[in-house]
């Protein structure tokens, strides 16, 4: 059971937004912009396809944690919360929530309402007899949830490792940021991507098939439409590298020659090999993992770990 999207939950604010962020990013240095950026329409296709590619682990390995376990969440969350998941739900890994929990209602939200309505449909279409009410709204702010939602018992769904997207600081305000969202009594089932060997990482944020450099040079076509940019996109090419400082995989967009652009008629310089930084993955170890959701204001309350250490999802209460 589809219904409407709420109109009286904020709006993202896509042109202005985006426009002082890569402005800001650009004039940087080094050049910068928030991963939030790549997820167009194009981009959260090709993001869907990284999930499905051979070397990304991450959707795999969270699958079958949840199809394996999700009894055991249910066993400890109980049946009638309304399930709000932060990002809409890939169709393969929601429903085995869903089915295992029991829920009142599910709530996907997303800043992209076009992909927000495709998942939400499809969802629906396996779950007729659940509301699913789909919310889209950048989930980094505080959310308003729908009247009818606001007053159950809430699960918050985080999956995938988007928590390793941000900085320790982004993330501790982030889960603060849903606690508040959720309200008193919720319980939150986040994943998050563990340290492993550097060739893993590395390989699952640089592809043999090139999805993942399409998926990061998407941001500047999206630029070049949709903010009047002349990037050269052919002088840019994908690179991903593990930061072990920082336990973390970064991307960047990298100039093969000296390269001058405008955009928003705004003029822009970069010389071979430097690059713009477009995304953190970052990596937890066990303690670091736990330590970042109490910072948040959220205590672990169970914990599953994917075989060789692949993967965790923790359940955690307010
Ligand atoms: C959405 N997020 C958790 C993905 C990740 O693994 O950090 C985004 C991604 N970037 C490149 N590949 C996947």
Redesign the pocket.
């Known amino acids: 059971m589809l219904l409407e999207l709420d109109r009286d939950a904020p709006q993202p604010t896509a042109d202005p937004a985006f426009r002082r962020d890569i402005i800001e990013g650009f004039s940087r240095f080094p050049k910068s912009t928030p991963?939030i950026w790549f997820y167009d329409r194009r981009g959260s296709e090709l993001?869907e396809e990284?999930t499905r590619l051979p070397e990304?682990y991450?959707t795999r390995v969270e699958t079958a944690m949840l199809s394996a376990h999700c009894g055991e969440v249910g066993a400890v969350t109980g049946p009638g919360r309304a399930v709000v998941e932060f990002g809409a739900g890939s169709a393969i890994k929601t429903p085995h929530l869903l089915s295992a929990i029991a829920p009142a209602a599910y709530v996907p939200v997303d800043i992209s309402g076009d992909f927000l309505r495709e998942s939400s449909a499809v969802l629906a279409a396996q779950f007729p007899d659940l509301p699913v009410v789909p919310v889209e709204a950048d989930f980094t702010k505080a959310v308003a949830l729908p009247k009818g939602i606001a007053a159950m018992p809430k699960l918050g769904f985080f999956p995938?490792?988007?928590i390793?997207?941000m900085t320790a600081a982004e993330a501790v305000d982030l889960l603060r940021t849903m606690r508040s969202s959720l309200g008193e009594g919720a319980m939150l089932l986040i994943g998050m991507?563990r340290v492993k060997d550097i060739g893993v990482l590395v390989s699952?944020?640089d592809d043999a098939a090139g999805v993942?450099a399409a998926?990061n040079l998407n941001l500047l076509a999206r630029i070049n439409r949709e903010l009047g940019g002349t990037i050269p996109v052919e002088a840019f090419a994908h690179r991903a590298i593990w930061n072990d400082d920082a336990a973390r995989?970064e991307?960047h967009l990298e100039a093969r020659r000296d390269v001058d652009f405008t955009i928003d008629n705004i003029r822009f310089s970069m010389c071979a090999g430097e690059t713009i930084h477009t995304?953190n993955?970052h990596k937890y170890g066990p303690r670091d993992a736990r330590l970042l959701l109490r910072a948040g204001g959220w205590e672990p309350l169970r914990e599953w770990i994917a075989p060789d250490d692949m993967f965790a999802m923790i359940l955690a209460k307010a």
Do not use: K, Q
Request: charged residues 10%; aromatic residues 22%; proline residues 11%.
């Open positions: 991963p993001f990284i990304y991450p995938g490792s988007t390793g997207n991507d699952a944020y993942t998926f995989i991307m995304e993955s």
